[in-house]
Every structure is written in structure tokens, then in C-alpha cells.
């Protein structure tokens, strides 16, 4: 999770988003190995990325990363990550 904006000076997004997820614009891809990554815009003003990097662990997470993405706690605030 890194604090960035995720649109440019004109307003646009950065990685073309082709999907939503609980109304915020994502973008999901599938590595050859398997994974996958999860990439959502404008969370609390965070861009947010999850990866599993193989297949066993994307079979862990239920096929897919929604799950972890919504179960995950956001704090926009440097000082609150832990």
C-alpha cells in the first residue's frame, strides 16, 4: 500500500481500471504462475495493491483477492500504519 494519488494532473487514473469493487475503480490481472493482483483506486485517498504471487496462495484467499481486499483495514495516515 503506498500513499499516492492515483490520477494525474487532468483527473485521469493511472493503470486503466477495467473493473469496480465496492465502488471504487480496480484493476485485476492474472500472472503466469498462477496469481494474481489486485489493484483498487481512491480507498480513503490510498491507491491499494494486493498480490499473491502463486496459485497455491490465491487458492488460499478463495480464488481471489476481494476477499482480503475487504477485510482489510485502510488507514490513510502515515502515523496510524503498523
Excluded: C
Excluded at 18 to 43: F, K, N
Amino acid at each position: 500500500m503506498l500513499p499516492r494519488r492515483s490520477t494525474t494532473g487532468d483527473g485521469t487514473v493511472i493503470g486503466d481500471p477495467s473493473s469496480r469493487i465496492d465502488g471504487h475503480p480496480a484493476r485485476r490481472t492474472s500472472s503466469l504462475d498462477g496469481g494474481a493482483s489486485l489493484q483498487v483506486y481512491g480507498v480513503q485517498g490510498l491507491y491499494v495493491e494486493m498480490t499473491a504471487h502463486d496459485k497455491a496462495t490465491l487458492r488460499k484467499l478463495g480464488g481471489n483477492l476481494d476477499g482480503l481486499f475487504r477485510s482489510a483495514t485502510f488507514h490513510p495516515e502515515a502515523h496510524d500504519w503498523r
